[in-house]
């Protein structure tokens, strides 16, 4: 086994893969070139055959995670209740401070809607409707710690629809300065 044949072999996807992650093509050759040096460097130790695809997209994946962090464009949000609700704010201050610009505040409900229908009932009455989630927990007759884990999981699964749609560059507290979507546009909304 060989760089050759293995960058042969998976180059196109990991390539696919970058720019459906990264807006400017640049950065993805650039990182593109990273990554075959990491896997260059790092061949020798690879156990398997068998595990070259997951290895290097392994590689990949935290190197994404790297280039956002030397940018300083990303930062995770928590999905606790604070940090929806202060999510979902600054999407409707974008949307009143530039009308006339596309939004992501117009997708929420879209989103919630492509959810599992356990899921998205649960957010829209909670992070859209402003239901008590202890007032909810006994309207559905479920402890309390059980609706707020369901809840956590419904934000998560939220969470990752947007981020599948667009790459969202935050601020340090957490607040949307810009979105773009990634590729032609998203079809949830």
Known sequence: MNIETVWAEYQASLKAFLYSRINDPADADDLLQDILIKSYQNLSALQSQGSIKGWLFQIANHSLIDFYRRKGTRKEFNTD??????????????????????????????????????????????????????????????????????????????????????????????????????GTHCKKC
Request: glycine share 4%; charged share 25%.
């Open 81 to 182: 209740s604070s940090d929806l609700e202060s999510f979902l704010e600054t999407l409707q201050e974008k949307q009143d401070s530039h009308p006339d610009q596309p939004t992501l505040v117009d997708c929420i409900e879209p989103f919630i809607n492509a959810l599992p229908e356990e899921n998205a009932a649960l957010l829209m009455a909670i992070d859209i409707h402003g239901h008590s989630q202890k007032e909810h927990a006994a309207q559905l007759g479920i402890a309390y710690s059980t609706l707020k884990s369901r809840v956590q999981k419904s934000r998560t699964l939220l969470r990752g629809l947007f981020e599948d749609c667009c790459h969202l560059n935050l601020d340090q507290q957490g607040n949307i300065m810009e979105f773009t979507p990634k």
